[in-house]
């Protein structure tokens, strides 16, 4: 998403501007089609309940954006209200008590660049321009969330404006079912959030990377091996293998090891990657970098100038997976024969997340996660690229147990992204509080 520039005002379909405005919202450069019958680009908490009284009077339904990185362009709909939330970006740190209190559209690499300035840590998206407002709502996946927890399991508290047109507070002890509802529920949840309090956590002494690579006809080898040793790679180590046709180094089609670490020490992040340097399939690697001390902040730029390039038509879908890997290997062998070009890649994630969460809409994680991030740039259309992500992950069905909404393709792919007794509470607090549907549902699901 472009940063929006200006004041925010109201703009009307038909008006000049309205589709630079509304497309502009987007990460994704896909032009979805769908266009509502008005934006409003709020300033301020006014703004908000204006809009959503508003909306509520003329009987339009309402979707939101805050950074805009819905892979599924999930805010852009047919009809209704868009409100845009990329102006409420402020960003408050409360270092004595370690709390941080921001707007929705504050990004993910301007939280971590004020936290790193007072030593300060919070488990942002991966990508710098990633919205917090999306990222928390969905869960998040951030820095060292194998570690430090999903992201919205630090979110203490948030401001919300409901479809009553009324702005409430939710934390542990005051309106604790929306909070409840707040963690996880991502683009289903039924309100307008315009502030969140983050619990801060202690900056890791040492971040580094490292770096081994493989040619793409070793596929199978380091796919087993990964699934064998992912159960045992210390918390603090994202274990996580990509498949991409330019893979660094060798500039071919290959797989990337790479392995983000946040440690207390230099001494321990090294002990902790040793399994990369001394595993059985070393020596098939291309190369093996050594342990890199390498910034938060130059990881989170780099992944985005490398694999999530913006200006490009994307389409993602995911899994998680308790299956062990010898079943998926033909599938994952058919996913590499039928990658599209650069910047599309395929991302397997060793989880292996903690047996039991607090109780939270967010509630379905699984051993390992698969995702597919197919993107075409430029105007050539391809349908086989253009689906690749959405057809391997209907072939791979048998397999899964739902998905991420980080990831979510539920327009294209209904799937399973929450325990059903956790989506029967949502639905029943949606009913609740919002009974006459002013805010947009999920784009599809599995009844
Ligand atoms: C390049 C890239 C990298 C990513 N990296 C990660 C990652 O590392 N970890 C991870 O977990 N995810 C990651 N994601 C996924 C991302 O977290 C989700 O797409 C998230 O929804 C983005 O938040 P946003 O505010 O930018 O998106 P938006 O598109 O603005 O929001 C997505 C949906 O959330 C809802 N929503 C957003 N803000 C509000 C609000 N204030 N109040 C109520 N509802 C709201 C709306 O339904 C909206 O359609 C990444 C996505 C991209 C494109």
């Known amino acids: 998403m472009k940063r929006s520039a200006g004041s925010g005002r109201t703009i009307t379909k038909g008006d000049a501007g309205f589709d630079a405005a509304l497309l502009g919202t987007s990460f994704n450069a896909q032009d979805p089609g769908r266009r509502p019958a008005l934006i409003v680009q709020a300033n301020n908490d006014a703004d908000v309940l204006s809009a959503v009284r508003q909306a509520r009077d003329l009987g339009l339904k309402i979707g939101i954006c805050s950074g805009g990185h819905s892979w599924a362009q999930n805010h852009i709909r047919d009809g209704g209200m868009l409100i845009d939330l990329s102006r409420l970006n402020s960003i408050s740190i409360n270092a004595a008590e370690g709390i941080a209190t921001i707007g929705p559209g504050c990004l993910a690499g301007e939280l971590n660049a004020a936290l790193a300035k007072q030593h300060l840590f919070f488990p942002v998206a991966h990508a710098y321009t990633v919205g917090m407002g999306g990222f928390l709502l969905q869960g998040g996946f951030g820095w060292n969330s194998r570690a430090s927890g999903l992201a919205c399991q630090s979110v203490i508290g948030i401001d919300v404006v409901l479809a009553d047109g009324t702005l409430v507070h939710a934390s542990e002890t005051e309106n604790p079912e929306l909070l409840w509802a707040a963690r996880g529920s991502g683009p289903g949840f039924f309100g307008v959030v315009v502030r969140f309090y983050l619990k801060l956590h202690a900056r890791p002494k040492f971040v580094g990377l490292k770096i081994q690579v493989f040619r793409i006809q070793h596929l199978e080898a380091v796919m087993a091996w990964a699934d064998r040793v992912g159960p045992s790679v210390p918390a603090f180590v994202e274990f996580q293998l990509v498949f991409d046709r330019r893979a660094m180094g060798i500039f071919s089609h290959g797989i990337q090891v790479l392995a983000p670490v946040m440690a207390n020490s230099w001494r321990e992040a090294k002990a902790a990657v040793d399994f990369i340097d001394k595993s059985p399939i070393r020596n098939l690697a291309s190369f093996t970098l050594p342990l890199l001390p390498v910034?938060?902040?130059?990881?989170?730029?780099?992944?985005?100038?490398?694999?999530?390039?913006?200006?490009?038509?994307?389409?993602?879908?995911?899994?998680?997976?308790?299956?062990?890997?010898?079943?998926?290997?033909?599938?994952?062998r058919r996913i590499a024969d039928t990658q599209p070009a650069a910047p599309s890649h395929a991302l397997w994630?060793?989880?292996?997340?903690?047996?039991?969460?607090?109780?939270?809409?967010?509630?379905?994680?699984?051993?390992?996660?698969?995702?597919?991030?197919?993107?075409?740039?430029?105007?050539?259309?391809?349908?086989?690229?253009?689906?690749?992500?959405?057809?391997?992950?209907?072939?791979?069905?048998?397999?899964?147990?739902?998905?991420?909404?980080?990831?979510?393709?539920?327009?294209?792919?209904?799937?399973?992204?929450?325990?059903?007794?956790?989506?029967?509470?949502?639905?029943a607090l949606r009913t609740r509080f919002d009974p006459d549907g002013l805010f947009n549902p999920y784009m599809g699901r599995i009844a």
């Open 349 to 427: 994630l060793n989880w292996n997340g903690p047996a039991t969460r607090p109780d939270m809409a967010f509630s379905l994680e699984g051993r390992t996660y698969l995702a597919l991030y197919g993107g075409l740039r430029g105007s050539t259309t391809n349908t086989a690229d253009e689906s690749w992500a959405t057809d391997h992950m209907k072939a791979m069905q048998a397999h899964s147990i739902g998905i991420q909404l980080a990831d979510e393709n539920l327009g294209r792919r209904p799937a399973h992204f929450m325990a059903p007794a956790n989506l029967a509470r949502l639905d």
């Open 295 to 332: 910034s938060l902040e130059m990881m989170m730029k780099g992944g985005e100038s490398t694999l999530f390039l913006p200006n490009t038509r994307w389409t993602a879908d995911s899994m998680w997976m308790n299956t062990p890997i010898d079943p998926l290997l033909p599938a994952l």
